[in-house]
């Protein structure tokens, strides 16, 4: 059993979701002063978003962590204008931020070929700088992992989430026997009769205190970012974390999943929700649903039951509740219905939003032809 429980360990511990680097523009080139020669620009330095590439794998293959484009070439009398230095390209996979080290943003690497320039190379020497060249930028830049998938699954430790990935999809979660159940982010396919598909993340699980980066909360977290809605999931008669914590029903699971992504970023909460309420098929289940259900219309009425200083700012509506067993299948093609039907109602909306702006281009420069 020790042996299994240290493979477990090794596959997570091998997971990179960060990395910082350092990179450098290349230098510019000597300029040429009796005959007025420009020296060539500096290299600029790119992240690259590309198809099958890791973190890890960057890690791996430059394990001194450091990228630097090429020097601009000098002005000569065979050549006035220097060459330019040839640009670097670190390759990245798709779905990361890249920011400096006091977490600006540089950009985003959302799909295949996006590029974001890091450090730019330093110009070649001319007549402005008295023929003298400028070295490239440096400076240290992170890039984040930030899973893209439409749903996030968010649940606390035994939820059933892998269970539920499993049961609702194609992929095959290592599941562990302990309470950080899930090991690395694991993203399911949803595949429909019309050949639609719908990715699911399943991401580590949450413990009370995430937001303070306890256990694998920030990580977690900064997962969520990246989906453009969230699947909470809920065990129908609540559950204890470990013997020294408090046991918590299922209504107050989901107000304490609710704190934690308000308490890490209140915007996450904008993002459209559905609730899962697994394990039906364990007893009292449908005593157990009803009595959330009513806790759920209102809230307000139940907050007593949670120390104060974890009671949400503002409670989460869900779009749907869908009570299902991952093990027994009950519940689990209404559950792929709901899904399907809620990111459908937002690709809709957004489409009729585009239209509009659209339309009001359009006015705006027609007014302006005949203004």
Known sequence: MVHITRICLRKYGNFVDNLRLYVRGGSGGMGLPRLGGQGGKGGDVWVV??????LKRIKDKFPQKRFVADAGANSGV???????GADKEILAPVGITVTTDESR???DLNVEGDRVM???GGSGGSLYSAFQPSKGEA?????????????????????GKSSLLTALSNATPQIASYAFTTL????GKLIYDDYKQISVADLPGLIEGAHMNKGMGHKFLKHVERTKQLLFVVDVCGFQLASKTPFRSAFEAVQLLTKELELYKEELLSKPALLVVNKMDLPDAEDKLAELKEQLQNPEEFSDLLPEDM???????FRHVVPVSAITGFGISHLKSCVRQSLDEDAALEVKATHRE??????KQSQGRWG
Request: glycine residues 8%; hydrophobic residues 40%.
């Open 78 to 84: 065979r050549a006035l204008k220097g060459e330019r």
């Open 139 to 159: 400076k240290h830049i992170r890039l984040d992992l930030k899973l893209i998938a439409d749903m996030g699954l968010v649940g606390f430790p035994n939820a």
């Open 49 to 54: 978003a590309t198809k099958n590439m890791t």
């Open 184 to 187: 690395k982010p694991e993203i």
């Open 118 to 120: 890091v450090a730019k």
């Open 358 to 363: 659209k339309l009001q281009a359009l006015r």
């Open 105 to 107: 943003t540089l950009g």
């Open 311 to 317: 009671i949400p700012q503002n409670y989460l509506t």
